[in-house]
């Protein structure tokens, strides 16, 4: 039932796209630096795969700054059985912060997890800040403060509000 929903809500963002994105586009990949570095309490080691990749689309624009409209997909593949994360969300993004091409932007999202045959609504907040090192490419920090809903219904953990931290790139189009 979730996924028609979704797929009309990602249709909904692509038609915004060519109404009025103003002809551009960012796709972001970014992977969980724990995982690249370290591995975790739970068993995840080293290497395990959690990437994002999110579908920005700016619909506003200012002299310093501008909105964006995203959906994004998580994938973790953790030692326990994978986690899929589908969201939706805004964002709000200023140019040039401190020096040329240093982005700075505050996403809230909504969306839902997958995992365990369970499926959990789930809110976040994304704050990234990328550096334009090419035309067309960005490098990108994001730390993502989470509402781990699927560790509330599996464990029955009390504190399920989780931050990570995401490196990766842009690609502007």
Do not use: W
């Not at 309490?41 to 624009?61: A, C, H, L, S, Y």
């Not at 501008?66 to 997909?73: A, N």
């Not at 029955?156 to 189009?173: D, R």
């Amino acid at each position: 039932m979730q996924k028609p929903k979704l797929f009309l809500l990602f249709l909904c963002i692509i038609n915004s796209t060519i109404s009025f994105s103003q002809k551009s586009f960012d796709i972001d990949v970014h992977h969980d630096t724990k995982f690249i570095f370290s591995g975790d309490e739970r068993g995840n080691n080293t290497g395990t795969t959690d990437i994002i990749i999110k579908f920005e689309v700016p619909f506003k624009r200012f002299p310093k700054s501008y909105l964006t409209v995203f959906p994004s997909f998580e994938y973790a593949n953790l030692n326990t059985g994978s986690l899929k994360r589908y969201a939706v969300g805004v964002g709000y993004f200023y140019t040039d912060v401190f020096f040329k091409r240093l982005n700075m932007g505050v996403l809230p999202n909504y969306g839902f997890i997958k995992r365990f045959n369970n499926t959990t609504g789930s809110f976040g907040v994304d704050i990234e800040i990328s550096y334009r090192i090419a035309k067309r490419v960005s490098l990108s920090y994001v730390h993502q403060i989470i509402e781990r809903t699927d560790l509330k219904v599996t464990y029955n953990e009390t504190k399920y509000i989780k931050p990570s931290s995401f490196m990766g790139f842009k690609v502007h189009f």
